[in-house]
Nanobody
Framework: QVQLVESGGGLVQPGGSLRLSCAASGFRLDLYAIGWFRQAPGKEREGVGCIRRLLTITTYADSVKGRFTISRDNAKNTVYLQMNSLKPEDTAVYYC??????????????????WGKGTLVTVSS
């Protein structure tokens, strides 16, 4: 059974950092593309970035480029989202999602097949 569990969310001040984790079970992480998405109150879910296979090709939304970094540890079956220089507009529920790399086309909600339940990140002073 494919399962994704996010952790690491919380309250952080503007300019601070957080690292989110996405622990995968029931499948081999290296055969899947993994994406991070977020949904702010009253807004649609949007892509933050995706990472693919051993080539660790990553793509990021313009709003987070230079501040967020996705990495993966295949041995731990875990993907991370390092978030630096956080802004109040980064406040959202963050989700990780997965799709077999052979079916990955682009880092958008509609392309992903498996989802975690999310972890809340609040950026506020």
């Amino acid at each position: 059974q494919v399962q994704l569990v996010e952790s690491g969310g919380g309250l952080v001040q503007p300019g601070g950092s957080l690292r989110l984790s996405c622990a995968a079970s029931g499948f081999r992480l290296d055969l899947y593309a993994i994406g991070w998405f977020r949904q702010a109150p009253g807004k649609e879910r949007e892509g933050v970035g995706c990472i693919r296979r051993l080539l660790t090709i990553t793509t990021y939304a313009d709003s987070v480029k230079g501040r967020f970094t996705i990495s993966r540890d295949n041995a731990k079956n875990t993907v991370y989202l390092q978030m630096n220089s956080l802004k109040p507009e980064d406040t959202a529920v963050y989700y990780c999602a997965a799709v077999p790399v052979t079916r990955f086309r682009e880092c958008v909600v509609s392309n992903m097949e498996y989802w975690g339940k999310g972890t809340l990140v609040t950026v506020s002073s």
